[in-house]
């Protein structure tokens, strides 16, 4: 299991002063950016080779978001390869070691040249040691979209969207989502399937289902109704609380 420890900053926290979902999951995602760099596996080595790996799917679970300058610890580990696929866990844990989210992902090796999967070199494989599966519900990484949805106000990517693959980065889909749901809606599980990458100037036109209840989905969508992402949140609609600011002042 590889792991980094961290603690949960201002720039991180939404207005109750707890971590906000679109920065937990970029401290997953950095989690295995750090693991992937450590093992020698990282950016410069997968450029070298021409490969990226590419997120198919994220599950994330949450049982309490930490509060603003709690200290965290972030781990990782893959639990499997098959073919092009690549398995992988995430959790994260308070100062206790209590787990609070734990997460799982699907990851595409894909050839730059060619646009196909590929699948890992020996070299690769020998890197990343295998860990057992951490206990979670696993869902079916085929999130339905049921009902009449209702289009949004549509999003043009820009800069600072995008990552170092030139690409509006994972987290990015999830930010834009969650801003179509209520200020009073705790999400407690994250479901993200991602279909088609979206890059600079591209519109996403965002669909909402289920809107008010406490299963929402969100496709970010092309145009012509080709989705670049299907992000479903579940959670439960808190009462709306007159909230004193966390920090009234920053000097």
């Not at 972030?74 to 844990?93: H, Q, S, V, W």
């Not at 109704?225 to 009462?239: D, R």
């Amino acid at each position: 299991m590889y792991s980094f420890n961290s603690r949960v900053r201002y720039s991180e926290v939404n207005k109750d002063g707890r971590l906000k979902l679109v920065s937990l999951l970029d401290y997953f995602q950095d989690c295995s950016t750090f693991h992937s760099e450590d093992a020698g596996m990282g950016t410069e080595y997968l450029a070298g080779q021409g490969l990226a790996w590419v997120l198919n799917f994220w599950q994330i679970d949450v049982m309490r978001y930490p509060q603003l300058c709690e200290q965290i610890t972030i781990e990782t580990c893959p639990y499997a390869f098959k073919g092009c696929l690549g398995f992988r866990n995430f959790d994260m844990l308070d100062e206790q070691g209590n787990r609070i989210a734990v997460a799982n992902t699907l990851w595409t090796l894909l050839n730059l040249q060619s646009m196909r999967p590929a699948k890992p070199t020996e070299e690769m494989l020998q890197a990343y040691s295998i860990s057992s599966k951490l206990p979670m519900e696993y869902l079916s990484r085929k999130i339905p979209v049921e009902g009449e949805g209702e289009r949004q106000d549509e999003v043009l990517v820009r800069k600072h969207h995008l990552d170092t693959n030139y690409h509006m980065n994972n987290g990015q889909y999830v930010a834009v989502a969650s801003d179509l749901l209520p200020e009073n809606f705790e999400v407690d599980r994250l479901m993200v399937s991602y279909h088609k990458s979206a890059v600079l100037g591209d519109i996403l036109y965002p669909v909402i289902y289920g809107k008010g209840t406490e299963e929402v989905t969100v496709v970010l969508e092309t145009e012509e109704h080709s989705p670049y992402a299907i992000v479903k949140f579940n959670g439960i609609l808190s009462k709306q609380e007159n909230r004193v600011p966390v920090v009234g002042k920053i000097l």
